[in-house]
C-alpha cells in the first residue's frame, strides 16, 4: 500500500540538508538527451540545482536554452539522437568543455500510438529509431569515455510499457522492450570497467509525451478496430496533463540513485508502475505453473 508518507520520502531525502551534502560531494558532469521539454527538462535542473555539470542535448539548441535557462555549469548542445553523427560531436562539445562525461541520461522520446494494423511501416520505424537507435548512438559515443576513466553511469528511461504490453501501444511496446532487453544485455559488457547502467520504468508523469509535439496517432482505417480506437484515442488526450506523476521528484530520484555506490539496475517509479510490474509478475508466475510439467519435459529421454 502506498501511503502518504511513502509519496514524500523524496522530498524528505532531498531535504535542504541532503542537497548540501550533494553540493559539497564530487560534482559530476551529465549529459542528458532530450533537454528540450518534459522530463529531460527537470533532470538537466535537478542537476544544475545540485551543483552538477550539464550537457542539455536537444534538436533546437534555442528551445532547450530556453527550458532550461541560463547556468554557468550549462551546456547546450544541437543532437539529433537518430543522427550518430550529432551523436559524436555533441560528446566532443562536452568532452572540450567539461574534460569527461560520469552520467549518461538516455531520456529523449516519443510516442506513435494506435493498432499494429493501422501504424505505417515508417511509424514503427521512427519509433524504433527515437527509442532504441538514439540511445545506443548516444551511448556509442559516450562508452570510450567512461571505459577510459573506468567509471561512469548510464539510465535509459523506459516505460511501464517495458514491462508489459497493452493494447493501443504495441510501436511504443516493442521499442521500450528493446531498450531493456539491450540495456539488461550491456550491464554484464560494461561492468568490469566500473559503469553502472539503469533502467527507469516511469508510469504516468505529467510530461509533455503526451502533446502533439511528441505523439502521433495511426490514422484509423480498418472498422473492425474503430471503436476501440477511439476510446483508446480519448483517453490518451484526456491524460495529456493530468497524470500523477511528478518529473520533478523523479529527477531528484534520479540524483540520489547516482549518488549510490551500487545503484540498482532498475528503478521503477511510481505507484502504477509498480503495479504493473507485480501484475507481470503475478502473471508469469501463474504461466509458468500453468505448464510446468510439459515445459519441463522437454529434454532427450534418458537411453539405456
Known amino acids: ?28 558532469v551529465w549529459f542528458i538527451t532530450g533537454a528540450g521539454r518534459g522530463m529531460g527538462v527537470d533532470f538537466a535542473k535537478a542537476a544544475l540545482a545540485a551543483g552538477h555539470k550539464v550537457v542539455a542535448t536537444g534538436r533546437n539548441v534555442e528551445i ?68 532504441l537507435i538514439g540511445p545506443m548512438n548516444v551511448t556509442r559515443a559516450v562508452l ?7 567509471s561512469g553511469h548510464i539510465f535509459s528511461i523506459s516505460s511501464g510499457a517495458g514491462l508489459s504490453g497493452f493494447e493501443f501501444t504495441s ?9 531493456e532487453g539491450w540495456m539488461e544485455s550491456l550491464q554484464p559488457e560494461v561492468a568490469p570497467f566500473g559503469i553502472h547502467t539503469t533502467i527507469v520504468n516511469p508510469g504516468f508523469f505529467r510530461t509533455e509525451l503526451l502533446t502533439k509535439a511528441s505523439s502521433t496517432y495511426a490514422e484509423p482505417s480498418i472498422e473492425d478496430y474503430a471503436a476501440r480506437s477511439a476510446t483508446h484515442m480519448e483517453f490518451y488526450h484526456n491524460q495529456n496533463g493530468q497524470q500523477t506523476g511528478d518529473p520533478e521528484k523523479l529527477a531528484k530520484a534520479l540524483l540520489m540513485i547516482a549518488e549510490e555506490a551500487k545503484p540498482p539496475r532498475r528503478f521503477i517509479a511510481g505507484a ?24 519441463t519435459s522437454m529434454a532427450y529421454d534418458v537411453q539405456n
Do not use: C, H, W
Not at 82 to 100: E, I, L, Q
Not at 171 to 179: G, Q, R
Not at 273 to 291: N, R, V
Open 272 to 295: 502504477d508502475a509498480i503495479g504493473i510490474a507485480e501484475q507481470k509478475i503475478s502473471d508469469l508466475k501463474e504461466q509458468i505453473s500453468a505448464y510446468r510439467e510439459i515445459s
Open 64 to 131: 532547450v536554452s530556453k527550458a532550461v535557462g541560463e547556468d554557468k555549469n550549462l551546456l547546450v548542445v544541437k543532437l539529433d539522437v537518430t543522427v550518430p553523427s550529432d551523436a559524436g560531436d555533441a560528446v566532443n562539445a562536452a568532452m572540450k568543455r567539461f574534460g569527461t562525461i560520469d552520467v549518461l541520461v538516455n531520456n529523449a522520446a516519443n510516442f506513435y500510438g494506435g493498432y499494429f494494423e493501422e501504424l505505417t511501416p515508417d511509424q514503427i520505424e521512427r519509433q524504433l529509431e527515437v527509442a
Open 144 to 150: 570510450p569515455i567512461m571505459r577510459k576513466q573506468r
Open 171 to 179: 510501436a511504443y511496446a516493442a521499442s521500450k522492450f528493446a531498450l
Open 1 to 28: 500500500m502506498v501511503t502518504i508518507e511513502s509519496k514524500n520520502i523524496i522530498d524528505l531525502k532531498y531535504s535542504e540538508t541532503n542537497k548540501e551534502e550533494l553540493m559539497m560531494s564530487d560534482n559530476k
